[in-house]
């Protein structure tokens, strides 16, 4: 139901009164004047009570009420406006001047990667006025931006922004629409499939660990609504009993995000979703891929018995056997995407809870902006060497069990031992992990 301003509310109940004094019998036929002047939206003005020079037509005791009526709509605001200090202002005297644990904290970044996110948005064209009112510095906008996208829930609201701020609430979103616009186009530069020299190192890297053309892990996790979708809501039901989207993260040994998927409901399974992917068609898969080189899933993901670019854990970790030794070396080394997304919706707290009531497909549009933006921060601050420590807060939502073994189509096909791949690759992660220092060595040197 809209909401009625107080100034529209005090205008009503002055006309009201009015028209309650001309109810006496003497002004009856100003009573019925009164009630002409409701139109079927109930919209009422001063200017239906003047004649055509401005004064007024009645000469009642009602003078009084009309008289207020005149004063109220003479003026927009019933109360002196609260002025704000001036956003400049407040960057320059107190912002940057925070110790460096209160400026990351609200900035979720040391002060030189700031500079540097800053240096890389400045001169995007979004922040360029054509018009003779300057925008207020970028520094400003991109630090409100920022504050908003590390905060959850209640803390991402306007109100607590504006009031942190010294802005209003519609300089707020424009700050933010225009800080993330910038971060967007910056996606083809930050999030970055590697190339091929790239993905060699890598390999080498996981050869150690028994994983020999390994370039990346695979995950999938969802980023929750705070208010179930108008559309086909119920499709956005998840396992864990919330709304949310899908998205798959994809990222190297080193944490850094090489691709991500995200847009379709989260009652999806990983699967599903996977199969939409770019670098899941077998059409693309020599682009992304060299031979022998793949990635690293959890037991929610299919084989891919074509070109072997996917290489998932068994479903059925048969304790005491070499798929449950296999699985243990997978879990291994595949947990640096949980912690990937840990580390994602702990820097960037707004992705634990999306407050965008999604109607339409601009709103869906608006979510993507959203998380493009943190997963381009992720990584830009992964450049700059500023890690977000097990010190800071964290997230660790995402580090759970993977879906229930029913919601893959491709159960029986992925969990049989015919994936020559990975049977091979199942001796050597095994022959690996076994030897001393290795994740089954220790595992049977604890244990017994």
């Known amino acids: ?22 109810l006496d019998e003497e002004d009856y036929e100003d009573f019925l004047l009164l009630n002409s002047l409701f139109d079927a939206d ?11 020079d401005g004064a007024l037509w009645m000469d009642t005791p009602m003078d009084d009420l009309a008289e207020v009526l005149m004063l109220v709509e003479a003026n927009r605001y019933l109360t002196p406006r609260q002025l704000y200090d001036k956003s400049r202002d407040f960057v320059l005297n107190y912002f940057f001047k925070l110790p460096d644990d209160s400026f990351r904290q609200l900035t979720r970044m040391s002060k030189a990667s700031f500079q540097f996110v800053l240096s890389e948005i400045e ?25 908003r996208l590390g905060n959850y829930g209640n803390g991402v609201s306007l109100g607590r922004t504006l009031k942190l701020w010294g802005i209003g609430k519609g300089t707020c979103v424009l700050y933010t629409t225009r800080v993330f616009e910038a971060l967007n186009d910056l996606a083809s530069k930050f999030i970055v499939w590697p190339n091929k020299r790239k993905r060699k190192a890598m390999s080498r890297r996981m050869t150690a660990k028994g994983f020999k053309g390994c370039v990346g892990f695979i995950d999938g996790t969802t980023f929750p609504l705070s208010q179930k979708p108008a559309v086909d809501g119920e499709c956005y039901f998840d396992r864990k009993s919330r709304y949310s989207i899908n998205g798959q993260i994809v990222c190297d040994d080193n944490r850094r995000i090489i691709a991500f998927y995200a847009g379709w409901p989260g009652s999806c399974c990983d699967s599903t979703v996977y199969k939409k992917m770019q670098l899941a068609k077998d059409s693309k898969k020599p682009h992304f891929f060299s031979p022998g080189e793949y990635l690293i899933g959890d037991s929610a993901y299919p084989a891919d018995r074509g070109y072997n670019t996917l290489v998932p854990a068994y479903r059925k970790n048969m304790k005491g056997t070499d798929i449950e030794a296999f699985n243990t070396c997978i879990a291994h080394v595949r947990v640096v995407n949980e912690h990937t997304i840990g580390v994602l919706k702990g820097q960037w707290a707004c992705l634990r809870e999306l407050r965008v009531q999604l109607n339409k497909k601009e709103d869906m549009e608006r979510i993507l902006q959203w998380i493009t933006a943190c997963v381009v921060l992720h990584n830009m601050l992964l450049s700059q060497n500023d890690d977000w420590t097990s010190d800071d807060e964290s997230s660790d939502e995402d580090s759970d069990e993977p879906e229930e073994e029913n919601e893959s189509e491709d159960e029986d096909e992925s969990d049989d031992d015919e994936f020559i791949f990975r049977r091979r690759l199942k001796k050597k992660a095994i022959r690996k992990g076994n030897e001393r220092g290795g994740i089954l060595w220790y595992r049977s040197y604890y244990m017994h």
């Open 1 to 22: 139901m809209p909401r009625v301003s107080h100034r529209r509310q005090l205008i009503a109940d002055l006309i009201s009164g009015m028209a309650a004094e001309a």
């Open 42 to 52: 109930g919209d009422l003005s001063l200017g239906s009570f003047l004649d055509e």
């Open 123 to 147: 001169g995007h064209p979004v922040f360029q006025n054509d018009s003779l009112y300057p925008q207020a510095v970028v520094a400003l906008q991109l630090a409100v931006a920022l504050d």
